[in-house]
């Protein structure tokens, strides 16, 4: 079907329940729309200021993709961002990025109670998840 617009509820219906019965996914989401509204580092809208405050990181292991956003560059209050993707079924670890990191995603799991310190033995990432820290 190309355009639902013409068909019926059974079709269009929004299942309200699923809310309810997904409520973890649905705090997630809400805490990652609440961190872009707060962070200008996740929302350059031109191609220069990506250009110059996105760095990706090399020599990483294989299945991951993390970069760093220069939130200074850009008036965030986290002067350095990292984020972490790992797109596989193992747990992946990071070495090599510093001390002072603190988690504010870390596999998936926003930590609104506080932040914990990420200390210069590496992250661990989850399969499949994503981590966000910051400096």
């Not at 617009?5 to 705090?27: M, Q, R």
């Not at 350059?44 to 760093?68: C, H, Q, W």
Request: aromatic residues 10%.
């Amino acid at each position: 079907m190309e355009n639902s617009f013409e068909s019926g509820d059974s079709i269009n219906a929004i299942d309200w329940d699923l809310k309810t019965t997904n409520k973890d996914v649905f705090a997630y989401i809400k805490a990652l729309v609440a961190m872009r509204k707060a962070h200008p580092a996740f929302r350059m809208t031109n191609a220069s200021d990506i250009k110059n405050n996105l760095r990706f990181i090399e020599n990483i292991p294989e299945g991951i993709v993390a970069y760093t956003l220069d939130g200074q560059a850009v008036k965030d209050s986290w002067g350095k961002i990292l984020v972490v993707y790992n797109g596989t079924a193992e747990e992946k670890k990071l070495t090599d990025q510093g001390s002072n990191w603190k988690a504010y995603i870390l596999n998936n799991k926003v930590r609104t109670g506080g932040q914990r310190k990420i200390m210069n033995n590496g992250i661990v990432v989850a399969p499949y998840s994503c981590s966000v820290f910051f400096e």
